[in-house]
Structure formats: structure tokens, C-alpha cells
């Protein structure tokens, strides 16, 4: 009857660990091919960040909640996140890094440099009420979908 509880625990603990170690995979992705993205994704990359190239493209499948279906990786360690049409959702330049602000919003890029002018925006979040920007100090700052600022995010 021992034996019987310890064979039966040990089946359990690894039934367990293998369905733990499951769900930690990303099995909705996919590393694909650069020129699978949307032309407007590939657009945005060339105009934006010229000199750069694709090191990884993933694609999820299915999108994930805020609309993600590819992450790519560029040669400047700059990640963009894009949607299943190409239009941008998130881009994060390495840590102290600055992003280009070519493709943000002009009343976003002249609030940062009137008010934090020694400061480059590290990161950028499209969301459902505007966009969150985090500065290269970690300073995070919410603005609505027109690019005004609304405060400072605790």
C-alpha cells in the first residue's frame, strides 16, 4: 500500500510539474520570417530606425490582449511590438537608451523637451486612453490620445 502512494505521488508530482512547465512556454509564438510583417510594420522599421536591422520577428497567434501579433527585435536592441495590420503598439529602446521620436506625436516630444529637456523617452505604449511614455530617468508620463499631458504616473 506504500509503494502503491509513493508510485501514485510520484506519477502526481510529475503530471503536475510537466502541466507547470507548460504553461510557462510561449507555445503561441512563432519566430517567423522579417518580410512576413505587414509592408506598414516593415514601413514604420526602415523610416524610423534606418541603419538598423530585424534580428527576430515572433508572431503570436493568437494576438495577445492589448493587440500584439508580432514582437520584433531590431539590431540595436530596440523592441517594437505591432499589430496584425503593422501599426505600432509598444517600442522600448534598451535601458538608458533613447528612442527617435520621429513617430511620436509633436505636442508628446515638445511637453518632454520643454519640461524634462536632458531626458530621452526610453519607451512608449499606445493605449486605449492615449499613450503612457516612460523617460530614460524611469520618469513615466501619461498623455491622452492627442498628446497632452495629463500627469505623472505614480
Not at 17 to 43: K, R, S, W, Y
Not at 110 to 131: L, M
Request: aromatic share 10%.
Amino acid at each position: 500500500m506504500k509503494k502503491l502512494f509513493l508510485g501514485l505521488s510520484l506519477f502526481a508530482f510529475i503530471g503536475f510539474t510537466t502541466a507547470a512547465c507548460n504553461t510557462d512556454d510561449d507555445n503561441n509564438t512563432t519566430i517567423v520570417e522579417a518580410n512576413t510583417l505587414p509592408n506598414e510594420g516593415q514601413l514604420f522599421i526602415t523610416t524610423h530606425f534606418p541603419g538598423t536591422t530585424i534580428s527576430v520577428v515572433e508572431k503570436y497567434n493568437p494576438a495577445k490582449a492589448d493587440g500584439t501579433m508580432y514582437e520584433v527585435k531590431l539590431s540595436n536592441g530596440v523592441e517594437i511590438d505591432l499589430d496584425q495590420a503593422g501599426n505600432w503598439i509598444e517600442v522600448d529602446a534598451p535601458s538608458y537608451a533613447s528612442l527617435p521620436t520621429s513617430f511620436i506625436l509633436p505636442n508628446i516630444v515638445n511637453y518632454i523637451e520643454t519640461n524634462y529637456p536632458a531626458q530621452g523617452i526610453n519607451s512608449i505604449d499606445k493605449t486605449v486612453a492615449g499613450f503612457d511614455v516612460e523617460l530614460v530617468n524611469d520618469i513615466d508620463l501619461i498623455f491622452d490620445t492627442n498628446g497632452n499631458f495629463l500627469r505623472i504616473k505614480p
